[in-house]
Structures are given as C-alpha cells and as structure tokens.
Nanobody, 123 residues
Framework: QVQLVESGGGLVQAGGSLRLSCAAS????????MGWYRQAPGKQRELVAS???????NYADSVKGRFTISRDNAKDTVYLQMNILKPEDTAVYYC?????????????????WGKGTLVTVSS
C-alpha cells in the first residue's frame, strides 16, 4: 500500500505565504510525476502545479510567479511554496503522485491521492 500525507495548510492573510508538504510512504519502487491540485467550494478540482522525476515543472496560469513546486526524490516528498497568497487561493489542496509498485508480474504504475489539506486566505 502507498499513502500520501499532506501537511502545512492553515489560515493566512492575503499577501502571506505557506509551504505545503506531501510525503509518500509504502511499497514504492519509484515515483514518476507528482503534483498539487486544489478544489474550492462549488468548483471542480484543478491542477495547481506538477513536477516530473527529473524536475520539469508545470503551473496553472493563476499561480505562475507566486507558487513554486519542488521535490526531494530521496524522501519521496513534494513541496509547494505559496507566496503572495490571495483569497481566491482558498481551497483544499490535494497531493497526487504517479507511483510505480512491484507486482508479481512486474512493474505497475498507479495513481494515488492524499486526503487534502485546507488553505484559507483571508482578505
């Protein structure tokens, strides 16, 4: 089994910063891409940022220049540094990872999600 556990959410004033962390644990062979998604009340879940195992990153237009995604492959952990936060960034943030596990028949890629961490930005 593989688990993703997020931490670092909370309440912050507009203009402030937060750093989210997501640690993967379990029977992991390797992790391909990792990412952060968010879901605001009444809205669909959306991609915030993603990062490949090689470090290539992708960001939603709404967070470019304010958020930075990074990962520590040795710790199977992904981070999201969020600066200049805005009230519209308020959402539950979810960690996602494409994890390769070993099965009797070989390697298999599986998609995992964390339970989410709430980020609230007050105006």
């Amino acid at each position: 089994q593989v688990q993703l556990v997020e931490s670092g959410g909370g309440l912050v004033q507009a203009g402030g910063s937060l750093r989210l962390s997501c640690a993967a644990s379990g029977s992991i062979f390797k992790i391909n891409h990792m990412g952060w998604y968010r879901q605001a009340p009444g809205k669909q879940r959306e991609l915030v940022a993603s990062i490949t195992s090689g470090g290539s990153t992708n960001y939603a237009d709404s967070v470019k220049g304010r958020f930075t995604i990074s990962r520590d492959n040795a710790k199977d952990t992904v981070y999201l540094q969020m600066n200049i936060l805005k009230p519209e960034d308020t959402a539950v943030y979810y960690c996602n990872a494409d994890v390769v596990v070993i099965r009797p028949w070989g390697e298999m890629g599986m998609d995992y999600w964390g339970k989410g961490t709430l980020v609230t930005v007050s105006s």
